[in-house]
């Protein structure tokens, strides 16, 4: 059974500094990960999806790789901001024929200016 | 191009009643999936529609239900509401079926039930 692990639940940095989420799945037998931004009781925003065949995507700030042999990803945040403040959750997909994605339970994010 | 829109925002009933959730998503996209988010358990997914079928379901007892229209809006129903089935309700639309295509959330549906 894939389970996806995000570790620390909690994190709170001083505003500029460069910064590493963390995300584990067992399964490495994945199709696809992506990444997600939640702001308290709102819904979720997709950051980046990474295919199980690239290494890394990019979107402005923000850069998250993938290493399936390993089970992990990681998503660095370059020059924190308070607005980067929020949950960032992974989520994994198995295969191609699903929607289904699986979470992890957060790394909540507190940027402090 | 709007987002994915979920009605209503926010709910209340009591045990024993039933609700019904409607999302509709971004247009063009035709698989929605529904989650659900609860401080406990986090997100976990309850269904899949594409193209008016179900292609997947979570592990939910039989009082979790759902349908997909025509033009893709989705429905999911609760029946006999229990105090557990309080949460956050997410709905997702996606272009293509199921991982091949990012997935974008609509702001949810707060229940709580009394």
């Known amino acids: 059974k894939q389970e996806v692990t995000q570790i620390p639940a909690a994190l709170s940095v001083p505003e500029g500094e460069n910064l590493v989420l963390n995300c584990s799945f067992t399964?490495?037998?994945?199709?696809?990960l992506q990444w997600f931004r939640q702001d308290p009781g709102k819904g979720l925003t997709s950051l980046l999806l990474i295919q199980s065949s690239q290494r890394e995507q990019t979107s402005g700030r923000l850069n998250a790789s993938l290493d399936k042999s390993s089970g992990r990803s990681t998503l660095y945040i370059a020059a924190s901001q308070p607005g980067d403040s929020a949950t960032y959750l992974c989520a994994v997909i198995l295969s191609s024929n699903t929607g289904k994605l699986i979470f992890g339970q957060g790394t909540t994010l507190q940027v402090k200016p | 191009k709007a987002g994915v829109t979920q009605t209503p925002r926010y709910l209340i009933k009591t045990r024993g009643q039933q609700v019904t959730l409607s999302c509709s998503p971004i247009?063009?996209?035709?698989?929605v999936s529904w989650y659900q988010q609860t401080p406990g358990q986090g997100l976990q997914f309850l269904f899949e529609?594409?193209?008016?079928?179900q292609r997947n379901k979570g592990n939910f007892p039989g009082r979790f239900s759902g349908r997909q229209f025509s033009n893709s809006r989705s429905e999911m129903n609760v029946s006999t509401l229990e105090l557990g089935d309080s949460a956050l309700y997410l709905c997702a639309s996606s272009w293509g079926v199921g991982g091949r295509s990012p997935q974008f959330f609509g702001p949810g549906t707060r229940l709580t039930v009394l």
């Open positions: 247009s063009g996209h035709r698989s």
């Open positions: 529609y594409f193209s008016e079928t």
């Open positions: 399964d490495s037998a994945i199709y696809n």
